[in-house]
């Protein structure tokens, strides 16, 4: 049986390839970034100082410094921004605040909103 002769490799078509300054490129589809939410906890008159700190350092990964500091602008103000994430980790965070709070009697309240 003899050897059938191989056929060549074509290229992909057109669409798919472009000369620009003598080299073939690929079009990318562009990627979307994920929305980010912004998670945020509110003041209330029960839940103490130090657990609002403590919480801020373990759920949010503050340091001592800027845990009391947003603790100081939450208590000022009403409501601080914790950290912004995609929709996942922020509804994951905010459970988180819920779970701790309840576990120790406090009402303290979290949510998340879009950035």
Known sequence: MPDEPKKPIEPPPQRERQREGGLA??????????????????????????????????????????????????????MGIAGVYVLEIAETKVAAVHRKAEERGYPLRAGSEPE
């Open 25 to 78: 490129t690929r079009e990318r589809p562009k990627v979307e970034r994920p929305k980010r939410f912004k998670v945020i906890l509110f003041n209330d008159n029960y839940t103490p100082m130090e657990f609002v700190v403590t919480l801020l350092e373990s759920v949010f990964a503050k340091s001592p410094t800027e845990a009391t500091e947003l603790m100081l602008q939450i208590h000022r103000s009403g």
